[in-house]
């Protein structure tokens, strides 16, 4: 590169950062994390906003760190009680991890948050990018943290060619932004580039009129706002068919708790039989685990289906309930497989989205 255009870059990358920050210092969004350095509160909040758009995210951290308002209290937590307060946002090994992380800590660090960014990047669940948001915000350590808006505005800002979920992309942004990152305010700036990936720079029609970096985006120079960044095709969705037996019996019915290494380990839900393709009733009432399970039992009546489609990331889940009533006190097979509870309780425990949707909309009818 001729030694004057080096010299011009460094120039206006050095504008480019000032300009983010004096844009952010005006605009930045009021939430409820923001202003804090306590490296405890940034990696709640970092967690919950991995999967989490900020709206929905919002109140799950108000209601979390009220309960677990530090490392302590979230380690002496038992695993349901955290599970329950993540109901409903989804993933929720982010939640398992963060419990065995609080552990972790209060054995290795003695209850204190790590302070090395290799120290905090030796926690469970805790990647680059989360590493990098604590080090910055909560210790002003020179670390940037790329998620998906600052692969979008730097992609952008510098036309950069490559797919940006490609891992070749990913360095290339890296390294972009590391040359953007001010040694005095790291984590305003990481904060700066998500907030104008979030309010200004976003993925369909940015607004570009509004854009403190217009000046200096290349793709706004040529027009390309729309075509980058680039990515690559999606993962193919698998298609799974649940049907749930929701047995109601005498106020009772059984649930059972997910243990194996597949979506939902550890919550609960009713007993499931899973099919490779989609099952009417009568073929349900044929159907081998079905059978055993009511071996011995008089049903005395079967409702539903009631159909619901639920969307997880590479899977989606068709589910069909169907309620069933059984005789008091008899004798059934699954006994031993399944807890019995009293029905009203279910809320108590912690539970998928798709289970909790269907209790909300039909179980009580
Ligand atoms: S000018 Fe447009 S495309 Fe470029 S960074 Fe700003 S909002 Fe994004």
């Known amino acids: 590169m001729p030694h004057h255009r080096m010299k011009r870059q460094q120039t206006t990358r050095h504008q480019i950062t000032q300009q983010l920050l004096s844009w952010y210092d005006e605009n930045k969004r009021d939430l409820p994390w923001r202003g804090t350095d306590d490296p405890y509160l940034v990696w709640v909040s970092e967690i919950i906003l991995q999967q989490t758009r900020v709206s929905q995210g919002w109140d799950y951290y108000v209601r979390f760190i009220r309960r677990f308002p530090n490392v302590a209290s979230l380690a002496n937590a038992n695993e349901e009680e955290v599970l329950k307060l993540w109901q409903g946002l989804g993933y929720y090994s982010r939640a398992r991890n963060m419990h065995a992380a609080a552990k972790d800590i209060v054995s290795r660090f003695n209850g204190k948050f790590p302070t090395s960014h290799t120290d905090i990047l030796s926690l469970k669940g805790i990647g680059e990018y989360t590493a990098a948001a604590i080090s910055s915000i909560a210790f002003n350590e020179p670390h940037v943290a790329v998620d998906g808006n600052v692969l979008r505005v730097i992609a952008r800002l510098f036309e950069v060619e490559e797919p940006v979920q490609s891992t070749k992309g990913k360095r290339i942004v890296k390294e972009l932004t590391k040359e953007l990152l001010p040694e005095e305010r790291p984590g305003a700036f990481n904060q700066a580039i998500m907030d104008l990936g979030s309010l200004?720079?976003?993925?369909?029609?940015?607004?570009?009129?509004?854009?403190?970096?217009?000046?200096?985006?290349?793709?706004?120079?040529?027009?390309?706002?729309?075509?980058?960044?680039?990515?690559?095709?999606?993962?193919?969705?698998?298609?799974?068919?649940?049907?749930?037996?929701?047995?109601?019996?005498?106020?009772?019915?059984?649930?059972?708790?997910?243990?194996?290494?597949?979506?939902?380990?550890?919550?609960?839900?009713?007993?499931?039989?899973?099919?490779?393709?989609?099952?009417?009733?009568?073929?349900?009432?044929?159907?081998?685990?079905?059978?055993?399970?009511?071996?011995?039992?008089?049903?005395?009546?079967?409702?539903?289906?009631?159909?619901?489609?639920?969307?997880?990331?590479?899977?989606?889940?068709?589910?069909?309930?169907?309620?069933?009533?059984?005789?008091?006190?008899?004798?059934?097979?699954?006994?031993?497989?399944?807890?019995?509870?009293?029905?009203?309780?279910?809320?108590?425990?912690?539970?998928?989205?798709?289970?909790?949707?269907?209790?909300?909309?039909?179980?009580?009818?």
């Not at 109601?248 to 499931?272: K, M, S, V």
């Not at 509870?341 to 289970?355: A, C, F, G, T």
Request: proline share 5%; hydrophobic share 30%.
């Open 200 to 365: 200004i720079c976003i993925p369909r029609q940015p607004r570009c009129g509004d854009c403190p970096l217009a000046n200096s985006c290349m793709v706004y120079a040529t027009g390309r706002t729309e075509e980058l960044p680039i990515r690559i095709k999606k993962k193919k969705t698998r298609r799974r068919y649940f049907t749930y037996l929701h047995i109601r019996q005498n106020g009772n019915t059984y649930i059972r708790r997910r243990t194996d290494n597949d979506i939902w380990r550890n919550l609960y839900e009713f007993p499931l039989i899973e099919t490779d393709k989609p099952i009417e009733i009568e073929e349900l009432l044929q159907n081998d685990e079905y059978n055993q399970l009511f071996r011995e039992t008089t049903l005395l009546a079967i409702d539903g289906p009631f159909t619901y489609k639920h969307q997880l990331t590479h899977q989606q889940i068709h589910a069909n309930f169907y309620r069933l009533t059984m005789e008091k006190g008899a004798v059934h097979a699954f006994m031993d497989q399944y807890k019995q509870i009293v029905e009203e309780e279910i809320e108590r425990y912690p539970i998928s989205r798709l289970m909790h949707k269907y209790i909300e909309t039909n179980s009580n009818e």
